[in-house]
């Protein structure tokens, strides 16, 4: 079929192609051209766009199935808008815990998790069939206990085909457990009483170490964990053996990640020594108890790595999984490229030290970065979750020096001890509670948990806005000027 208008004949073939090149302003002006090709853009080139600005989002996953491409595009457009101007619903998740623990989030596309103390705290994430019926919901559906284990210190996902309700838990004592979340019934969510977890006892994941298990990640069917200690295990949970390989960095470890889908298959680790980020291959066989790769400081000095993570998938240097992002005790997010040839000169006998390519900062506080996430508006932000006083910063790669940072809700003086950043939410946890920052269009009074009126005895300074949707928090610029 071919489209004809004043001075042109083209072949719609023709059209879709030129499609896959044009942004939102040349899309919409497309469209007013005439029916056709009106129907030619909402068939085809929202869904074009779609694929070439991709949005990493866990909660959306299942809504944005339902949603139509035009549906989706609009979301977007709202969400990069909001990240652009700051704009967001800050919401609590739940009234501060009696004790003040240090906890950890995993995220899925149905499934929140908040581990803390022998707890895991469950949230539901729901499905709109359509953007007009509003932002997917979190909802509360309980929480689950260890009797006979002390603290949990690590939590991630990992796979078990298409329910999304299996994990690995890591424990102050050492032990790692595949744990199965079973689905509540109705008549479960409404009691809040903690209830006994389903644990495969009889296969227990990857070593057991006499100190807390500081750190589990997972990559397809990969599980690499680490201790306190600094012993570092890779599992093959695909395998009936499921132990490939164990090293030890001896050195104290904190952070750690995992990586099968780079060119070069490695882990990379977070520790306190004067190497503090090295990375290390992974064979077909086993973990190399050596390093390929020293990412250092620029100063020169012992420091540590607290939180690692992978880069922007929209930034600049591209999409690559060649680039990590990490959180340092100086206060600083760096980021490095293992394809760059910036390097300092090393140590005879091991690798020259690579430069970070970037280095994020808040000129206004120098607090050690506990946590690190990516993505966000655009799918170009970095978020860092620092020490003291539950603050967020938030950096888009685009624009380095155009930061900004925001208290969590409540204020409370605690680190944020674990983030995730998808595409228009920001999920975060502190000693106190679990939270999220929600950037998208559609959110209401309903969207997240209901919180009743705070007691005596579990007085909470939380202070709603006007719009009776998000609280106040606050939050204040980089700039000197």
Known sequence: MTVEAAGLLLPSDVLIIVMENLGIEDLINLSYTCKFVNLLVHEFGWSLYLRNNVRSSFTLQLARRNWSSFDQVRYDVASDRSWAQANFNARPLSHPWHNKLQPKIALSASVLLVAAGHTIYIYHITCSSSLDDGAPGVLYE???????????????????GHS??????GFEDGHIHRVFLPHFQQEQSNNNLPLALNIERNSP???????????????DDMLLSLSAFGTAGLCNLSSDSPLVSAINLDCRSWSSFICMRSSTPFTAFGTTSPNPLVVHAI???????????????????????YDITDAPPSAPWGSSKQVIVSGWYDGAVRVHDMRSGRRDSGVTGSPAPLRPMLTFCDPWSDEPIYSVSCGGGSSSFVAAGTARHSVVAFWDVRRPTEGWSVHAPGND?????????????????TQSRPFVFDFGPGVTKETYPFLPASTRSQYDSLKLKKNGVGYRVTQYNHSRS
């Open 142 to 160: 309980g929480s689950y206990s260890f009797t006979d284990r002390r603290e949990i210190t690590s939590i991630t996902f990992i796979p078990d």
């Open 164 to 169: 999304e309700r299996t994990v690995a838990v």
């Open 205 to 219: 994941l990857g070593l057991r170490v006499v100190d807390i298990v500081e750190s589990l990640t997972c990559s």
């Open 283 to 305: 064979t077909p066989s086993s973990l190399s108890p050596a390093p390929f790769a020293i990412l250092h400081p620029t100063r020169e000095r012992s420091t540590a790595v």
């Open 413 to 429: 003086s605690s680190p944020v001890y674990s983030l995730v950043l998808e595409s228009s939410r920001v999920f975060g946890v």
